[in-house]
């Protein structure tokens, strides 16, 4: 089985500054695109960030310049450092990893358990 476990979430005040991880762990064969989404009460999950196994990042526009994704294919973690964060970006953080368990396998998503952002003064 495949488990992400984020961590890093919290309470900050606006114009402050988190950092959320996610590590997979399990036994698996690769993993392609990684992501970070986010669901505020009431709202659809959104996409917040996207990076591919090669690197390649995209971001919401709420985000863009604000939030940095990155990754470490050796440690199967996947990370975003939020910014100026906004009393908007309070939500419930999800990481998603899309895992082939073995060479011949379709691919799959796993999603972790989510982690509260909360930004308030």
């Known amino acids: 089985q495949v488990q992400l476990v984020e961590s890093g979430g919290g309470l900050v005040q606006p114009g402050g500054s988190l950092r959320l991880s996610c590590a997979a762990s399990?036994?698996?064969?690769?993993?392609?695109?990684m992501g970070w989404y986010r669901q505020a009460p009431g709202k659809q999950r959104e996409l917040v960030a996207g990076?591919?196994?090669?690197?390649?990042?995209n971001y919401a526009d709420s985000v863009k310049g604000r939030f940095t994704i990155s990754r470490d294919n050796v440690k199967n973690t996947v990370d975003v450092q939020m910014s100026s964060l906004k009393p908007e970006d309070t939500a419930v953080y999800y990481c998603?990893?899309?895992?082939?368990?073995?060479?011949?396998?379709?691919?799959?998503?796993?999603w972790g358990q989510g982690t509260q952002v909360t930004v308030s003064s």
């Open positions: 998603k990893a899309q895992v082939k368990r073995n060479i011949l396998s379709p691919t799959k998503d796993y």
């Open positions: 399990g036994i698996f064969f690769h993993i392609n695109d």
């Open positions: 990076i591919t196994s090669g690197g390649s990042t």
